[in-house]
């Protein structure tokens, strides 16, 4: 018997009396062990949020049907309800998007081959191929997918060719998570609704500052005193989709823009390994463009 | 009707299968709207902690008997179990120990009249009066009771008389919270054990470094290049009471002793702010020698 | 004689060879004993910044002379260079504007009166009088100039005339600066132009995100992870000034907007009394739309 | 001719006036385009400190006529100045001493590769092999040098052997630094003083908090409420260095002893790639049990 294995429960809906109650007795009646629990009540928008964990072991069933019995408790929560279970026993997968920066591609490989992420990464997809090497060298298949050049006069037909490989690489592993670790290319629409909720972004800004191209020189142009990064969920709107995760690092009148761009890195790789993670172990609802992040 | 009055209850027990469903079973049956809701399990003391706050208005009775029920409720739980049963309704109080630094003070009493901190002050006592035309015009009686100095033949003695004043003085408001705002003055031990868990000490460095006199002349000696400030609860161990708050600063060679003493004084008076603020709110639970922050 | 009299000489002209030299030379031959020294070379400007300080009693003869001799000095840095000669020994003034936000106001207030900020406040306006009485129990004349309402139809008007009572009481005093400490109405242009790089405002949101009204009602709209303040010089483009000083605070999805309005005062008050300090020590360079701070 | 070339010049001298005018006198005599300076007197040790940074292009002559010169410049300061001549245009050298953990070791091995720290890699030490394929696959060479384990009879000698053995790797590449990164073993006297103020070490605590073994198990058996990671010259008396940098990560009482751990790495990778560069940007002059770091 695995003594780590967990059951995650998340759960968002309409806000009322009870709720609580309702999870906590069914666990309860079912011998189940809590060994977290996160509650959010949101009263503007009147919604509640909560994820629980229980030790597998401590149930009488699988996650089966662990998820056919909560199905019938959500069924009271009303038709808005959403809701997942997860099990700590069966794998997650991500792929990676990148372009030519190696940081926070490395960050990952090496995050995931110390077992510190729980994560299994099935591929990395390049539109160059500067980092295929280093992908290849951590025994994962790299996916060199060519973009069009900005002067190529079939660009946006050969864009829709380039995405349509990658579409078709990712889904064909139906990721749990799909990474843009500083892929440089926007990712259409279309691709953005099909992996909602999965598409996992890095903006090298404090959003929604410098949102667009070269956050960078925006920020030594405004002469901030910190910059950020963001990790977020992609979504059409460009640089606008709900976040997972901020933070900054302090830098002065002495900070040309390479340094900014350096010395970001190490936002930007620690940023979104917090967001991967969180988003990994389900720590994640999201609700309209925000985030509820039970951490 | 007060839409925003709120009961606060918290627990600490030995943890087992079925607390939560217990405590919000009973909160549903009652009709119990509950807004905020804390859970954290201890695995290694094997011991269960939660805050739950209901709104008052969503109860068809009062506090009292909310605590005369929650008193059934929690006997469950076993004979280690401790709970509180509070009422925003009903004010806090507290009372302030002062020396000659005004930083903590000043702060704290525009946090208080400004509103942002739900508590009445009903005293300070300073053992200098440098601090008492400070306190007077924000209206709070101010008692001057002097100590004896260092070189004073009968130190000791008169020592215990002054401590003896201040204990009646604070007694007689049966406070909430007694306050340590930077009084440089050692808690006598059978003073640290008549108020565990309402007296609340700033210390000014970030705790274990630095414990005792002078921390801010330690910290320049060894060269760190944070400075930090801690607030806990006082205890007869000297500096090693448990730790609700920290926070730390960035300095470097060019911060001399004075520039230190300073900047620190910003983090001191944010770290006693949040650490009275998580108690008032009976956010903390004190489990050993460790706490339970629920923010 | 004062051995912590200060004479602070701050220089901005285009860069070139032999700037340091002429200017330590000039020192060294005068006795002058330099006790910090800060230089900033920009290379996409190529222009130059330093602040030095010395000691008033290394030098035989006083701030005029040094003033007049730093002249010639300075003349050879050509027809673009900018400098000050400031003394230690002759009082800053200051005049604050408030509305009816107490924070900043009352945490100058105790900073300046425990002699932690090298001021002298002359004034306080405030567009309201709430905040009269907090400022004639330290001492310092307040003046209440009413601004007109919203729905007043001779608003403009009204406004301009009362803006000009505020130039007026502010320009009696000649202060070194004008501190909008929650002034909650937009300066006019001509006296951001009269008040340039000296008119210091503290903006409730980490600039350029969330400029203009109610700052934190953005911040929760968006979800971002930290919450922040900017303390800038006040321009005619609104919050779009040169950036003395900015920092934040983390956040998340319990925090509703008067969370994160609470929350966000420890920060305002931070930021503004950092840059404030900065700026009458003489720490601030203005270059365009951007700073250089020598900390 | 190298436009980015870089000459730096670092002095450490009793303080007197004078100092920086004779320093930037003989630059500017020779025509040197000062890039970067950095000044620090020290009040309370009389202790002047300077670094600046010159382009090479120009002076009319090399790094060693530099050097001659300064020498000159340098004598009249005392027998007790230290100074050093660098040039960026020779690559320095470090060798790398691990044991099990690789998240420090990663971290370098990608800032190196990417070109992040100016820094070649000349051989990494392990007492124990796990971490030799990782090395391996940066195409630099490991060295794997068994140290006896707790229960073996002749541990003393055994030590020694193996010491001797690191003694004779470290020293055939004479480097600009050898890093601890994560070495669990505490190394002798001698070599601490034979590679004084090149060999660094990453301590995973906050020093002087939870010096010693099992930093995170210390911190949470004490409930603090931020862990944190220090970088400090190795000196023979353990885990008291001189301290080049530190930084700290907020904790709750949620995280386990293995939270502490997998959190810590975040901040012991930062901190020790933090500190190593400015060491090899010769930013760091070392006073005492204590350093000047111009950043």
């Known amino acids: 018997m695995d003594d780590d294995r967990r059951f995650a429960i ?17 666990l309860a009646d079912a011998g189940g062990w809590i060994v977290e629990a996160g ?16 030790r597998a072991d401590s149930l009488p069933f699988g996650v089966d049907e662990l998820r056919d019995r909560f199905a019938e408790v959500a069924a009271g929560f009303g038709p808005e309800a959403t809701w997942r ?7 997650k997968h991500a792929v990676l998007l990148v372009t030519r920066e190696p940081h926070c591609l490395h960050d990952l490989l090496g995050r995931i081959s110390a077992g510190e992420l729980p994560v ?91 949102a667009g191209a070269r956050p960078y020189h925006q920020a030594h142009a405004r002469g901030v005193k910190l910059i950020g990064a963001t990790c977020h969920y992609a979504t059409a709107d460009l640089d606008a989709g709900p976040i997972i995760e901020q933070d900054v ?3 002065d009148h002495g900070d040309t823009v390479p340094d900014m761009v350096r010395r970001g890195r190490d936002i930007e790789r620690l940023v979104l390994a917090r967001g991967l993670r969180w988003h990994l172990e389900d720590r994640v609802l999201v609700h309209g463009n925000k985030t509820v992040v039970f951490r």
């Open 10 to 26: 998340t759960l968002a809906c309409p806000d009322t009396t009870g709720i609580v109650a309702r999870i906590a007795g069914f």
């Open 39 to 54: 509650y959010h009540s949101d009263p503007a928008e009147n919604w509640f949020f909560t994820r629980q964990v229980v």
């Open 85 to 91: 279970v997860t099990d700590t026993g069966v794998d």
């Open 120 to 210: 299994t990464l099935d591929a990395v997809i390049g539109n160059h191929d500067d980092l295929g090497d280093l992908v290849r060298a951590h025994g994962v298949p790299f996916h060199h997918v060519p973009f069009p050049g900005r002067a190529d006069p079939r660009k946006e037909q050969a864009k829709v060719v380039a995405f349509e490989k990658v579409r078709q690489i990712v889904d064909d592993h139906a990721p749990d998570a799909i990474v843009l670790a500083r892929f440089m290319q926007i990712l259409p629409a279309h691709l953005c609704e099909e992996w909602a909720g999965r598409a996992i972004n890095i903006h090298h800004s404090f959003l929604p500052s410098f």
């Open 249 to 251: 690092i302090r830098v």
